[in-house]
């Protein structure tokens, strides 16, 4: 019997998702919270933490008091309107060698690796990659809906700005976007 192979997805926010429909590709970034001035590589991050990646601050549900200078649109007490696109795991890689590879410490490997255990994430749920991953490579776009992942529609291949606008319009709906 063939196992089934793991799902691996990079969490975003609605209002970045725009964005990388946008251009077709998810491109690298990595946000330095905990890190030195001169951070780590950027890369494409994916997890296959379910129903979400804890230390993604598109998916951390916010705590009504302690937040400054919180992103446009987020109240304070509710959920981040969190997006995900999943990846095709063969253009992916555990995130640790790839990172030793390109310069990093072991002290700021660990570092990294500490800050998502302290959000109750699982590193080793964590794989990267340090190039562009294009739309050939997404196997599924969804929102959160509040209480379910809804994938948005694929039309000829693609996924289309209007549709994420249209699920944005009508967020209150019953299973998958249609």
């Excluded at 933490?49 to 007490?77: F, N, Q, R, Y």
Aim: with cysteine.
């Amino acid at each position: 019997m063939k196992s089934q192979e793991q799902e691996y997805f990079h969490y975003t926010s609605r209002q970045n998702l725009e964005s990388i429909l946008r251009c077709g590709q998810i491109n690298p970034n990595t946000k330095d919270y905990d890190q030195p001035e001169h951070g780590i590589t950027k890369m494409v991050w994916v997890s296959s933490m379910s129903p979400w990646e804890p230390i993604c601050v598109a998916t951390i549900e916010l705590e009504p008091e302690g937040w400054e200078d919180l992103p446009e649109g987020i109240v304070p007490g509710e959920p981040y309107e969190a997006a995900r696109i999943r990846v095709d795991s063969t253009v992916i890689e555990p995130w640790e060698p790839l990172l030793s590879s390109h310069g990093a410490s072991g002290a700021e490997i660990f570092s990294l690796g500490q800050s998502g255990y302290e959000y109750n994430s699982d590193p080793n749920q964590w794989r990267a990659v340090l190039h562009a991953v294009k739309a050939c490579f997404w196997q599924d776009v969804q929102l959160w809906d509040e209480s379910n992942w809804v994938s948005l529609p694929r039309r000829g291949g693609l996924y289309h700005l209007d549709d994420l606008n249209t699920f944005i319009s009508y967020p209150h709906h019953q299973g998958d976007y249609q």
